[in-house]
């Protein structure tokens, strides 16, 4: 089992920067970061597996970044140039042992 605690989200301004972190309790190939907006899905944001290949959701693609500190088991986005689109509360993700997890979330709020 795998336990994922997520910070750093909060409010900004459009066009600022906002960083959340993960910290997860055992290392994972596999994490990254999901988000559901006020009446939608969760959708994919950012994936990072080992080797550190990464996937994107097009709406972030060029803004935001993601990274693994293998030693830590922290997984961060890094989050640039944000919208007000980007108003959502992020989930972390890992999949480990054929099983996913999930964090609490976090909220981000982007504020035109």
């Known amino acids: 089992q795998v336990q994922l605690v997520e910070s750093g989200g909060g409010l900004v301004q459009a066009g600022g920067s906002l960083r959340v972190s993960c910290a997860a309790s055992r290392s994972a190939y596999t994490m990254g970061w999901y988000r559901q907006k006020p009446g939608n899905q969760r959708e994919m944001v950012a994936v990072?597996?080992?080797?550190?290949?990464?996937d994107y959701a097009d709406s972030v693609k060029g803004r935001f970044t993601i990274s693994k500190d293998n030693a830590k088991n922290t997984v961060y986005l890094q989050m640039n140039s944000l919208k007000p689109e980007d108003t959502a509360v992020y989930y972390c993700?890992?999949?480990?042992?054929?099983?996913?997890?999930w964090g609490k979330g976090t909220l981000v709020t982007v504020s035109s």
């Open positions: 993700w890992c999949g480990y042992g054929g099983m996913n997890y």
């Open positions: 990072i597996r080992s080797g550190d290949s990464t």
